[in-house]
């Protein structure tokens, strides 16, 4: 899909201005819109259907860019990697499962700017001022070892260049970082695993994660449901039997409540459940 259609860029556009300009001039689609576009793409391959999903929340990308704009990377390159990610939720978008393409498409996004992200931050810029750039081409050759920096020799440093000494500790700790690599780098059976292997979570796939959030919110929704569906007393069971975090009530403690027998709150109990699961079922 992504070598068969075109969309704007900033750089086809002319400026960034110019583009987020122009895609927050396309109208959203409604969802009646969304869904046929998104049959017609599944049932027929129709990539002018993709292009048109695609073109209409381009818009929601720049949104979503916008929050990682502290990392030193042009805006324009996060807005792209974005654009792929949305692509990508066009792509897998389900019109049947009675989700909005937005839902759906911005764990896309996010994930593509987070790979981004991930593959290019640095800093892109290490010295800022005509003082710390100083520092920055004199750090190396004033260290007198390979060792860090103490205390006086710091102090020193800052001194002969005409900086803080906590500029000089900062910029000490620049130079001398290494870049951790995601990816394990070695053979060695020891070492095959690298950061990448704790960090990724397969329970994280935006599919995944979306079909676990609907999921969630339709056993919430039913088991407000069940509940509303009992009488005050059965409810008043259920809650202290079973819905308490911590120090569930006792049927003796409950038959001492409502002043029956411990049985009768069992058998209350039971009902109520078995109430509850039959509403239950019917939100699934």
């Known amino acids: 899909m992504t070598n068969a259609l075109t969309f704007p860029t900033p750089a086809t556009v002319g400026s960034l201005e110019s583009y987020i300009s122009a895609v927050n001039a396309v109208p959203m689609l409604t969802i009646e819109e969304e869904h046929a576009l998104g049959r017609r793409l599944r049932e027929q391959g129709d990539l002018e259907a993709a292009k048109t999903l695609v073109v209409s929340h381009l818009r929601v990308v720049v949104n979503v860019a916008r929050g990682y704009m502290g990392y030193g990377l042009p805006q324009a390159d996060l807005i792209q990697e974005g654009n792929i990610g949305l692509m990508k939720a066009v792509k897998r978008f389900d019109p049947e499962r009675g989700v909005r393409l937005v839902s759906f498409a911005v764990h896309w996004i996010r994930a593509e700017i987070h790979e981004f992200i991930l593959r290019n931050w640095r800093m892109v810029r290490i010295a800022t001022t005509k003082a710390q750039r100083k520092l920055f081409f004199n750090l190396r050759s004033m260290k007198p070892g390979f060792g860090a920096l103490s205390g006086d020799e710091i102090d020193h440093v800052a001194k002969e260049l005409g900086v803080k000494p906590h500029e000089v500790a900062e910029m000490e700790t620049r130079l001398t970082g290494q870049d951790i690599p995601l990816e394990p780098v070695s053979d060695d059976e020891d070492e095959r695993f690298g950061p990448i292997s704790y960090l990724a979570d397969p329970g994280l796939e935006p599919v995944l994660e979306l079909e676990a959030q609907q ?38 403690e409950l038959a001492a409540e409502f002043s029956v027998s411990a049985e009768r709150i069992r058998q209350i109990e039971q009902k109520a459940l078995s109430k509850m699961k039959t509403v239950i079922g019917t939100h699934a």
């Open 215 to 252: 999921s969630e919110k339709q056993r919430s929704e039913g088991l407000e449901a069940a509940l509303e569906s009992l009488d005050s007393r059965s409810r008043r069971i259920i809650e202290a039997r079973w819905l308490r975090e911590d120090d569930a009530a006792t049927l003796h």
